[in-house]
């Protein structure tokens, strides 16, 4: 999963890095394995700074400074696609034609034909594994075609066209055309967020307007008029107006559900559902399938949530069972997610840097734990172990989400059906395996009532990770069998031999 986000000011004396620095701050929960920043100044010139590391970290001072021009693009990331080499943080940028820079949230499926396309007939270098750059070159070499010493709205929507008919797979896309302006398109299904916005100028010179991965970075920058790019739209915004076309339009919108269960930041709306609210509906629906598995026998004493996801959704719980809430685990702010973290024994050793359980609201007691999902089972399981060293007398763990027994291919990471811990397992063997006195697990078709509540236009979700069926209709076990190949801890783990040239060619 990655943020990403552009901004052109239209006073184009301003400097539009600090608001695009900010931007990445409000979407660091996104990603943690890279940022980058480039910036378009004075006669198209290009300024960037990107590397691995937290937004802190990446970018000084000094850096900052560098970054000239009243527009740019942004990117936070952790690889789903590709290494985490530092060649391929994000934005991507390709000279010919016109100065392209691209940032891209998702995972294409058809990368391996892309790659043979790119190399064997548009003869396109792709010096990268990263299937953003393969996106970002197929984009290049569409308006290439134009053959022209100046584009316009036309040439890039017809770009974007041929895009759609090739590119499968997930992505949102923040882009910008050097000295020309920014652009942001969604996938024809809408699987990956994007919302754009306007505020007026600080010096009375017009509108400036913003991409971002979620609406809390419009919020935050005080942009207004928010709403999302719709699935299959073209969004141009030049320094003179602002051109929309919706390019294609697929019979289903499928946004992909687990923004709402965990992605996504509480105060964002992403596709009209206010991420909040449904997470508080989750909890609704969840505490009447643990009353109904309990019945008679319910003797929980308290609910506790695990920080910070679940917490709307363990107090709505708390509340329709009756039962005290309470804040059992003190969070170390400074650790992160660890299902996105690389290698389970670091994920394992990080879930207790991460949280410290407090005994008082523990010993002796029967707790209800209530976490957003479980995925690998390494952060439920070490949690669990906790509540017990500290006195607790029973354990249930409650997940807002349903079970997680399909790899995801739209740009989550957690594509081996060995390291999800839900996979070919009953509820009551996942209990085992991590732990817990008993496990409930959300209904699926309650967790897309919780979405279609705010949202009734949305007839249908991504729910892929839950059911295995995927929504653009071209994942294969063979591919399935390749993802989880090159995705797996054990893939990660494998170093390359001395002097092994990395980034270069790919051996998918």
Request: charged residues 25%; negative net charge.
């Amino acid at each position: 999963m990655c943020g990403i986000s552009a901004l052109l000011l239209a006073d184009s004396s301003q400097a539009a890095v600090s608001e695009l620095l900010e931007s990445l701050g409000l979407l660091q929960h996104r990603g943690q394995d890279a940022a980058g920043i480039v910036t378009c100044g004075h006669k198209g010139r290009l300024f960037q700074c990107k590397g691995n590391g937290m937004v802190r970290d990446v970018f000084t001072p000094q850096r900052l400074m560098a970054l000239a021009g009243n527009m740019g693009v942004a990117h936070v990331r952790y690889p789903t696609a590709g290494t985490p080499a530092d060649s391929e943080a994000q934005p991507f940028y390709v000279n010919s034609p016109y100065g392209i820079v691209m940032a891209h949230n998702g995972n294409l499926t058809n990368d391996s034909e892309l790659r043979h396309f790119l190399d064997y007939d548009a003869h396109r270098h792709i010096n990268t594994d990263s299937d953003s750059e393969l996106l970002l070159n197929i984009f290049a070499n569409n308006l290439q075609k134009t053959g022209k010493f100046r584009i316009n709205e036309q040439d890039i929507f017809s770009a974007a066209a041929g895009l759609y008919n090739e590119c499968r797979g997930a992505y949102a896309v923040a882009a910008m055309l050097a000295g020309f302006g920014i652009i942001g398109f969604r996938d024809p299904h809408g699987i990956r967020p994007l919302v754009f916005g306007r505020r007026k100028s600080s010096t009375g010179a017009g509108y400036d307007y913003m991409f971002a991965s979620e609406s809390v970075v419009l919020d935050a920058l005080d942009f207004t008029d928010i709403e999302d790019v719709q699935a299959g739209e073209v969004v141009i915004v030049s320094k003179t107006a602002v051109t929309r076309r919706r390019l294609v339009v697929e019979e289903r919108i499928t946004p992909c559900i687990f923004e709402h269960v965990y992605f996504a930041r509480p105060d964002s709306t992403i596709d009209g559902i206010p991420v909040y609210n449904a997470r508080l509906d989750m909890g609704v629906k969840l505490a009447r399938k643990v009353r109904q598995a309990l019945g008679d026998a319910m003797d929980i004493d308290v609910v506790i949530p695990v920080p910070d996801t679940s917490r709307a959704a363990a107090l709505q719980l708390s509340h329709e069972l009756g039962l005290p809430y309470r804040e059992g685990f003190n969070k170390n702010r400074y650790v992160g997610r660890t299902f996105i973290m690389p290698g389970q024994e670091m994920r394992r050793k990080n879930v207790r840097r991460k949280l410290n359980a407090m005994p008082t609201e523990f010993k002796g007691l029967n707790v209800l734990l209530v976490d957003d999902s479980i995925v690998r089972g390494t952060t439920s399981q070490e949690i669990i172990q906790m509540a017990r060293d500290v006195g607790a007398r029973k354990v249930y763990f409650a997940s807002a989400a349903p079970a997680i027994r399909f790899p995801n291919v739209y740009g989550i990471d957690m594509p081996s059906i060995e390291e999800l811990v839900a996979a070919g397992r009953s509820d009551d063997e996942v209990a085992g395996a991590i732990g817990a006195d008993m496990v409930f697990f959300q209904d699926l078709d309650d967790l897309i009532a919780s979405c279609r509540a705010f949202n009734s236009r949305i007839a249908a979700f991504d729910t892929s990770v839950f059911d295995g069926k995927y929504v653009t209709g071209d994942v294969t076990p063979e591919y399935l069998h390749k993802l989880e190949m090159r995705r797996s801890d054990a893939a990660k783990q494998k170093q390359p031999a001395d002097g092994e040239v990395i980034g270069l060619h790919n051996y998918k």
